[in-house]
């Protein structure tokens, strides 16, 4: 069976969670805590030599880090990545901007209030975290303006890299009541079949 090394709390986790949920897949999830360091140490750098989660091994294996190149892994041949070459270039898009723009802001800010209670002691470093982040809500509400989904007008592995942070992004002291597109699309994608919850370990 595959197994998933992950973290509850990660939204990267999450998105592989979510994908192999809606897509069926078994897996058995390993779990590492992050804040002790268990991604650090040199058992779990032989799985990925980064020391972060998530990361999947196969039955034959094989291995495969980074939250999006896994979800382009499983998604491929199903209806969750977009068959014509534009629309799977878009797909990558808005992943890529998820990983640039979007997730070094707003997981980053939720990290550092949620996870380490840091909101008062790095006020002035959250500052910049929240700039930022507010950019990359105001370009999704942008594109949101006559579109149910990010891509081709359909649920896809664009929408779940960006669900996974954005519907939690309140935990970073961002204010998603200004984004009325934004939280119709957050809606939409919490009704796919399939969908677990962020503290959900596995599928029913």
Known sequence: MLTLYDYLPSGNGY??????????????????????????????????????????????GRRL?????ILFYFAEGTPLLPADRFGRAEALQWMF???YSHEPQIA??????????????????????????????????????????????RYSIADIALYAYTHVAEEGDFDLGRYPRIRAWLD????????????QSEFD
Do not use: C
Not at 108 to 128: C, N, P, T, Y
């Open 65 to 69: 880090a980074q939250s999006d190149a």
């Open 188 to 199: 939409r994608v919490a009704s796919q079949p399939g969908h677990v919850l962020i503290t």
């Open 15 to 60: 998105k592989v969670r979510l994908l192999l949920s809606q897509l069926r897949v078994p897996f058995r999830l390993l779990e590492k805590d992050i804040l002790k360091g268990e991604t650090r140490t040199p058992e779990f750098r032989a799985i990925n030599p980064d020391g972060r989660i998530p990361a999947v091994v196969f039955d034959d």
């Open 97 to 99: 901007f998820e990983q």
């Open 108 to 153: 980053v800010a939720r990290f550092w209030i949620h996870s380490l209670g840091k909101r008062r002691e790095w006020a002035d470093r959250l500052q910049e975290k929240w700039q930022k982040g507010y950019q990359a809500l105001d370009a999704m509400e942008r594109h949101l303006d006559d579109r149910k989904f990010f891509v081709g007008e």
